[in-house]
């Protein structure tokens, strides 16, 4: 059933988040929606799954117009959705997950028929090789299979058009090979998939048609055989970008930051933490790899003053920081890239000028003597701006006004424009488009070849594999294992995100 999207548009306030775009996806076809946070891509699919309305344009499938008031109609329709951040209970086991909300139900007290719906689900997880255990319960299942249950309830659901939002965003190497298998087997019994992504190489190894989208609108569509990374990457950005950051050996000195046997609850008082030692040289780049979730948050937290540690110890610079606020490790010439920008990187009610010496106001050239330089200030944030293609009417404009991904860029632009002994950067590219994800990792190396230690915690391969003179990788709160950066392989690094060895 070929499903067609013409000419729709969408504005929000003073955005105009799709400006006339027209897609198409065939029965049994893949069809890739390529393009940065802030392209369009979740706001045409938002539009597709009937969460939003479009002020113009059409939606046919099979050739027959609809308009979707909510969800329910689009889910009827056969339209399915696989959001990035998994919508389980964990307390619910398989069965209760996938029928939720299209529950079959039996007798006049209209009982829930948990052995007609388990039946379903072991006959729909047979025949797409999903191997889910159907009692399982959620919480106890690795993310990878979680996955698989979100698409086993859009199968449930009937939906012949499958959209799946950033699917390899929590998956090791490993589980995306494996949904890659899915989604073949999907399209060969002729449902329809669109691929959400940013990322160029899934793209290509998965996609029959590729669509990018630049700034709202459809910058063009190709076949994988007929077009490289390089070319969608100019799609993506409208200029030339360099894919992989030129960068000597490096060339290391004195340990920076040394983590000695470091033990980290989570919120739930979990040790998220688990015996880690770390160290960073003055000149190199320590990229710590793994899934989300295998404790590199709290760890770069411990590090920057954010989360106490249950024992061990924490040295910057000679200094132990065990028991130092957030502030005290920024003076001692620490800059943080934090993972949540919105929590930890910006005050949303302040502007981009204030955001940008969030943590230098009170250091000179800002200020002296408690009188903020009003010149300074503004000076610094222009450059800024203009350093870091950061969008935004001005910089008297609310960080809460701007994209995701520029409000990253002002956190970026501001942690880098200090002079600093080492850089603590978690996801430091997160929402940023191919070339600005060009521009930092140019600044990080520049900032390794100056004599800084690099800290670089990503969930993304890539960005690991492209920046990191060693790698640390991380899972269920140790170090699995240390690659010498240049020596490194994907498989390598794969095998031990998913706790091989």
Same mark, same amino acid.
């Given at each position: 059933?070929?499903?067609?999207?013409?000419?729709?548009?969408? =504005?929000?306030? $003073?955005?105009?988040?799709?400006?006339?775009?027209?897609? !198409?996806?065939?029965?049994?076809?893949?069809?890739?929606?390529?393009?940065?946070?802030?392209?369009?891509?979740?706001?045409?699919?938002?539009?597709?799954?009937?969460?939003?309305?479009?002020? %113009?344009?059409?939606?046919?499938?099979?050739?027959?117009?609809?308009?979707?008031?909510?969800?329910?109609?689009?889910?009827?329709?056969?339209?399915?959705?696989?959001? @990035?951040?998994?919508?389980?209970?964990?307390?619910?086991?398989?069965?209760? %997950?996938?029928?939720?909300?299209?529950?079959?139900?039996?007798?006049?007290?209209?009982?829930?028929?948990?052995?007609?719906?388990?039946?379903?689900?072991?006959e729909l997880s047979e025949q797409h090789g999903l191997d889910v255990d159907p009692d399982a319960k959620i919480?106890?299942?690795?993310?990878?299979?979680?996955?698989?249950?979100?698409?086993?309830?859009?199968?449930?659901?009937?939906?012949?058009?499958?959209?799946?939002?950033? /699917?390899?965003?929590?998956?090791?190497?490993?589980?995306?090979?494996?949904?890659?298998?899915?989604?073949?087997?999907?399209?060969?019994?002729?449902?329809?998939?669109?691929?959400?992504?940013?990322?160029?190489?899934?793209?290509?190894?998965?996609?029959d048609r590729i669509t990018v989208l630049r700034r709202g609108t459809v910058a063009g569509t190709v076949k994988?055989?007929?077009? %490289?990374?390089?070319?969608?990457?100019?799609?993506?950005?409208?200029?030339?970008?360099?894919?992989?950051? !030129?960068?000597?050996?490096?060339?290391?000195?004195?340990?920076?930051?040394?983590?000695?046997?470091?033990?980290?609850?989570?919120?739930?008082?979990?040790?998220?933490?688990?015996?880690?030692?770390?160290?960073?040289?003055?000149?190199?780049?320590?990229?710590?790899?793994?899934?989300?979730?295998?404790?590199?948050?709290?760890?770069?937290?411990?590090?920057?003053?954010?989360? !106490?540690?249950? !024992?061990?110890?924490?040295?910057? $610079?000679?200094?132990?920081v065990v028991h130092a606020s957030p502030r005290q490790v920024a003076d001692l010439g620490v800059a943080h890239?934090?993972?949540? =920008?919105?929590?930890?990187?910006?005050?949303?009610?302040?502007?981009?000028?204030?955001?940008?010496?969030?943590?230098?106001?009170?250091?000179? /050239?800002?200020?002296? =003597?408690?009188?903020?330089?009003?010149?300074?200030?503004?000076?610094?944030?222009?450059?800024?701006?203009?350093?870091?293609?950061?969008?935004?009417?001005?910089?008297?404009?609310?960080? %809460?006004?701007?994209?995701?991904?520029? @409000?990253?860029?002002?956190?970026?632009? =501001?942690?880098?424009? *200090? #002079?600093?002994?080492?850089?603590?950067?978690?996801?430091?590219?997160?929402?940023?488009?191919?070339?600005?994800?060009?521009?930092?990792?140019? *600044?990080?190396?520049? @900032?390794?070849?100056?004599?800084?230690?690099?800290?670089?915690?990503?969930?993304?391969?890539?960005?690991?594999?492209?920046? #990191?003179?060693?790698?640390?990788?991380?899972?269920?709160?140790?170090?699995?294992?240390?690659?010498?950066?240049?020596?490194?392989?994907?498989?390598?690094?794969?095998?031990?995100?998913?706790?091989?060895?």
């Amino acid at each position: 059933m070929r499903l067609e999207l013409k000419e729709i548009t969408k =504005r929000f306030p $003073g955005v105009l988040a799709n400006d006339r775009v027209s897609i !198409s996806v065939d029965r049994g076809e893949v069809l890739g929606l390529l393009g940065e946070n802030g392209a369009g891509k979740t706001t045409l699919m938002n539009i597709l799954s009937g969460i939003y309305r479009p002020d %113009s344009g059409e939606i046919l499938i099979g050739g027959t117009v609809r308009n979707f008031q909510d969800p329910h109609q689009a889910i009827d329709a056969g339209i399915g959705m696989v959001h @990035q951040h998994f919508q389980l209970v964990p307390v619910f086991d398989v069965v209760e %997950s996938v029928a939720l909300g299209a529950e079959t139900v039996t007798g006049w007290l209209g009982t829930f028929d948990r052995a007609a719906a388990r039946r379903r689900v072991v006959e729909l997880s047979e025949q797409h090789g999903l191997d889910v255990d159907p009692d399982a319960k959620i919480e106890d299942l690795p993310v990878g299979v979680r996955q698989r249950v979100e698409i086993l309830k859009a199968l449930y659901r009937k939906s012949d058009i499958l959209v799946l939002d950033e /699917p390899s965003a929590v998956l090791t190497p490993a589980e995306t090979l494996d949904l890659f298998k899915i989604i073949r087997g999907l399209t060969a019994g002729g449902t329809s998939v669109i691929f959400i992504t940013h990322k160029l190489g899934e793209v290509l190894e998965v996609a029959d048609r590729i669509t990018v989208l630049r700034r709202g609108t459809v910058a063009g569509t190709v076949k994988p055989a007929d077009t %490289s990374r390089e070319e969608l990457a100019t799609l993506m950005v409208g200029r030339d970008v360099e894919l992989l950051v !030129s960068k000597g050996v490096a060339k290391p000195a004195g340990v920076v930051l040394s983590v000695k046997n470091v033990l980290v609850m989570d919120d739930r008082l979990q040790m998220a933490v688990k015996g880690v030692s770390l160290e960073v040289r003055a000149g190199e780049i320590v990229a710590v790899a793994g899934v989300h979730g295998n404790g590199q948050t709290e760890l770069v937290e411990a590090i920057v003053g954010l989360r !106490s540690i249950d !024992s061990g110890e924490i040295v910057i $610079g000679g200094e132990n920081v065990v028991h130092a606020s957030p502030r005290q490790v920024a003076d001692l010439g620490v800059a943080h890239i934090p993972e949540d =920008r919105m929590r930890d990187g910006l005050i949303a009610g302040m502007t981009v000028e204030e955001n940008y010496i969030l943590d230098s106001y009170h250091r000179a /050239p800002y200020s002296s =003597r408690g009188w903020l330089h009003a010149r300074e200030v503004a000076a610094a944030a222009e450059q800024g701006v203009r350093d870091y293609h950061i969008q935004t009417p001005s910089i008297d404009t609310f960080a %809460s006004s701007l994209s995701g991904g520029n @409000q990253q860029k002002v956190v970026v632009a =501001r942690e880098f424009s *200090r #002079a600093v002994k080492l850089v603590v950067a978690a996801q430091p590219t997160r929402g940023l488009d191919v070339g600005s994800i060009e521009y930092i990792h140019t *600044r990080l190396v520049e @900032q390794r070849d100056a004599g800084a230690a690099i800290l670089i915690v990503s969930t993304e391969l890539d960005e690991v594999l492209a920046v #990191a003179d060693r790698i640390a990788v991380m899972f269920d709160g140790r170090i699995a294992g240390i690659l010498e950066g240049a020596s490194a392989t994907r498989e390598a690094v794969g095998i031990l995100m998913g706790g091989g060895v």
